[in-house]
């Protein structure tokens, strides 16, 4: 029923999307149970919690339908206790391979995962984590998305981290064809918390912003080697970007489009049930249209607008209910206020920072 649930929402978005004057992203929501015995974090999902746990949707492309479905297979499992959010995650994979070791490097040069978590959803402040098959971490802040100017923390690290690898095959053995890599991650919220609303780890009802993805080169067996494969017309290696919740375009680091993230009471096993705030995500998106075009504007002027009309030419949002909204520009800085579309005491804001929060009247 929950799976049938969430599907529906997600028609409703994409049957909207093709209506609409302006794209409407799918959003998509994981429910996060708690666990009910210990974890031991070796990339094997045997315990019994993890055996209960919802497998998310299978990864898209990160531009979702505009580009074809993924070639391999990648699915994520979520959990959480009062200490770690854990992370099960199986990449199908014929041959598995990884040549970084060191720390803090570029992982998505390689084959990789990574997660992507914003716990207050204003767009700012949130953690990224990068791993390839070595079990090699990258793992860093964002101050904000680099767009907004945003600035990358690499010697930020998520203290009391726990992670295994496991492989079914043989690493960097072209010989053989394999069946996947797994990644099983613990992140404990006394690191997590730096940029949650409250500090601390969340409470049964809560909902944070998340994503995760998978860069996949495409390559060729040379001499025994894995070599990636070059795009001639390009002169670039060929690489796909695989996701949980579809992005606007190939940029990562749009937070505004991640998927949710919704903590339950329950345990894991338990009945439960999600429903997604449609008004808010609609907002939420159409604001950050606002900000691209304000940003083109200052680039092309020199200052923000205050034209409503420059900015945003629908007049109504996808379900029919008209868009009430106001904005102030200057040469330094804009603010843009919208109302939900079914409930006018709650207000989202976003300003030339890029920043996304939510008022209630």
Known sequence: MLK??????????????????????????????????????????????????????????????????????????????????????????????????????????????????????DTHSYYEYEVNAFNTVWDLMLTRPYRDQGQAIDNWNINGLKSAVHIEGTLNDPSDKDKYWAIEVAMPWTTLEEAAARGGHPQPGDTWRLNFSRVQWDTEIKNGQYVKVVNKERGKPVEHNWVWSPQRAIAMHEPEFWGQLYFS???????????????????????????????DI????????????????????????????????????????????????????????????????
């Open 298 to 361: 200052k680039r092309e002027s020199g200052s923000y607008s205050s034209s409503k009309t420059d900015l945003l030419e629908t007049k109504t949002f996808n379900v029919g209910r008209p868009i009430v909204w106001e904005v102030e520009g200057n040469a330094y800085r804009y603010h843009a206020i919208m109302q939900h579309p079914f409930n006018a005491a709650i207000l989202w804001h976003m300003d030339e920072t890029g920043r996304l929060w939510k008022e209630f009247k």
């Open 4 to 121: 049938l649930q969430l599907t529906l929402l997600a028609g409703l978005l994409l049957c909207l999307s093709a209506h609409a004057q302006y794209p409407l992203i799918e959003s998509r929501a994981y429910i996060c149970k708690q666990t009910i015995g210990e974890l031991k974090i070796d990339g094997l999902p045997s315990e019994e919690s993890w055996q209960l746990a919802q497998w998310t949707g299978e990864f898209v492309d990160i531009e979702g339908n505009k580009r074809p479905k993924p070639y391999h297979k990648t699915r994520v499992k979520m959990l959480w206790d009062e200490d770690y959010l854990y992370f099960y995650a199986e990449l199908e994979e014929p041959h598995v391979w990884a040549k970084l070791k060191e720390r803090d490097t570029v992982i998505f040069y390689d084959n990789d995962f990574e997660i992507f978590i914003d716990p207050d959803g």
């Open 265 to 295: 009471g329950k345990k894991v096993g338990e009945t439960d049930q999600f429903v997604s705030d449609f008004g808010s995500e609609e907002v939420r998106q159409l604001l950050s249209f606002i900000h691209r075009k304000q940003k």
